[in-house]
């Protein structure tokens, strides 16, 4: 294995196992009683160094995406009436809406940006346990919380897709609803709620 795909798989090993990886060059402040707390990197990087982690799209990139994903576990662990903020959003997903923020505001911190993220998706966060639901295609499978799929039932029949009850069971009423809103909104068709269809359906 050549040392820069070791350098890689370890600091992926850090990541999952909650690891934190220490900076010489963090900017900490300990006045907690002024509202003060330390940022840990890559939390106080700038926008414009995401944007060009993103782009090397390596270990640099993982670590912002690992550091977003500890961040939203905190949120969801920490914040009441709150079990996911991004209850139906990939990582893919929500490092593109970061990619776009940042292009727009390079100068901004990293941590500044996921903030208005989570600011945006707060309004429609999971805020009571759901049951995940397995949804097989033809070529992949989805899990999403059965609430979310209420939502996507919901906004397809004021849509004048779907006329049946809501219920959060994924049905071929649901999947053909699915087909023909995609259809119409020049999507790929897969008569599943995967991030595409579900951007286009909640935006």
Known sequence: MCQTAQKLLRYLIALSLGIGIVY???DASFA???GAFAIKYPGNRSCSEFVEANRESGAEN???LGWLNGYLTGFNRYKEETVDIAPWQGLR???GLLLNYCQENP???FLVAVDAMAAALFPNRLKANSE???IEGEETTLQL???ILMRVQQSLTELGYYGRQIDGHFDEATKSAL???QQDKAVPVTGLPDQETLYQLFR
């Open 24 to 26: 010489s060059h963090l």
């Open 32 to 34: 907690a009683e002024n």
């Open 62 to 64: 993982a670590l912002f």
């Open 93 to 95: 997903l929500l490092a």
């Open 107 to 109: 100068s901004r911190s």
């Open 132 to 134: 995940l639901v397995t």
């Open 145 to 147: 919380y059965r609430a």
């Open 179 to 181: 087909r023909a809103y």
